[in-house]
């Protein structure tokens, strides 16, 4: 796919949010943030009895980039389990969304993929084992 491509479908997702919004019945939900450039993104999943997300949401602010990748990832998580969710590739997932496009603002473009992983974290510590 050429640059074009990434550029029109990164303000897409920017301008047409996918699973925009707060989920009130999140299972786990997480803010991450780029104090440098102001971008802030909030994950929320739904996960059921087999750690699967059901339903992935976000809500933030900041830069077309930040904004865009919250939204393209929240498509790609559902359906994943959150064993998945914590193997993602970082490299895959700048590569998904326009490596080319995205290479100079990398902790913009990697802000919500780490946010993801980090509410499978934030998961696992709430749903450890007592013992």
């Known amino acids: 796919m050429d640059r074009q ?6 303000l897409d997702h920017y301008e047409n ?6 989920m009130e019945d999140a299972t786990v939900s997480i803010m991450g943030g780029n104090p440098g450039c102001g971008d802030i993104v909030t994950i929320y999943l739904k ?5 699967r997300v059901v339903a992935a949401s976000f809500e933030g602010e900041g830069c077309t980039i930040s904004q865009a990748a919250a939204s393209m990832l929240t498509e790609m998580l559902v359906g994943m389990t959150l064993s998945e969710v914590r193997a993602m590739d970082i ?4 590569d998904e969304i326009g ?9 913009c473009a990697t ?8 509410a499978e974290r934030k ?3 709430e749903h450890a084992p007592q013992g």
């Open 91 to 94: 490299d895959a997932f700048i």
């Open 47 to 51: 996960v059921d009895a087999d750690e």
């Open 111 to 118: 802000l919500a993929i780490n946010t993801a992983k980090a």
């Open 17 to 22: 949010p996918r699973n925009r919004y707060k």
């Open 123 to 125: 998961y696992r510590a």
């Open 99 to 107: 490596r080319e496009v995205v290479i100079s603002r990398p902790k």
């Open 5 to 10: 491509f990434y550029i029109e479908n990164l």
